[in-house]
C-alpha cells in the first residue's frame, strides 16, 4: 500500500498551522509538536529542511521561530516530497541500480513499475502544497470522531 510519509506529514501539518492558526508570526517547532503531537526531532528536521530550501524563514533564539516565507500556491506537492525524502521512488528497481530489488533480474513488472512512478511524479505535479493545506474534505471530522 502507498502511504505518504511522516516527514511530508509533518511538514504538511507545519506548514498547514503557520498558514491558518498563525499566518504571518513566527511559530516554533516546539508548539507545532505540543499542538499536534508530532515528534520533535523529526519535525524540527524537516522544519530545517523547508527553512534551507527557502520555504520557510528560520529565526534563532529565546522568540525565535519559523514563519511562511515562500507562496505555498508556487510549490507543488513533488517539489515538497523530494526536497524531504529525494526522488520519488515507488519501487526497488526505480533506483537507477544503487540499490536494486533481489527479484529485479526475473521480474516481469519492472516496466509497469515505472510506469506508474512516473505517472505519480506528473499527478505529484499538479498538485501545489496551498492545494492540500486549504483542501475540505467531508470525511475528516468523521476520522477524527472515530480516533478520539
Do not use: W
Not at 529565546?62 to 524531504?84: H, N, P, V, W
Not at 520519488?88 to 526505480?94: G, L, P, Q, R, S
Amino acid at each position: 500500500m502507498f502511504k505518504v510519509n511522516k516527514k511530508v506529514e509533518y511538514a504538511l501539518i507545519a506548514l498547514k498551522h503557520m498558514s491558518s492558526a498563525y499566518p504571518g508570526k513566527l511559530i516554533s517547532a516546539k508548539d507545532i509538536c505540543d499542538t499536534y503531537k508530532t515528534p520533535f526531532d523529526t519535525t524540527s528536521r524537516v522544519l530545517q529542511i523547508m527553512a534551507q530550501r527557502g520555504i520557510l524563514k528560520a529565526e534563532l533564539g529565546a522568540y525565535g521561530g519559523y514563519q511562511i516565507q515562500k507562496d505555498l500556491s508556487r510549490i507543488t506537492f513533488l517539489e515538497l516530497t523530494e526536497m524531504i525524502l529525494g526522488p520519488v521512488e515507488i519501487a526497488n528497481c526505480i533506483h537507477d541500480g544503487r540499490s536494486p530489488c533481489d527479484l529485479a533480474s526475473g521480474c516481469n513488472v519492472i516496466a509497469p513499475m515505472l510506469i506508474l512512478n512516473s505517472k505519480m511524479v506528473e499527478l505529484f505535479k499538479t498538485i501545489t502544497v496551498r492545494d492540500l493545506i486549504d483542501s475540505k474534505h467531508h470525511a475528516a471530522k468523521t476520522i477524527k470522531e472515530k480516533i478520539a
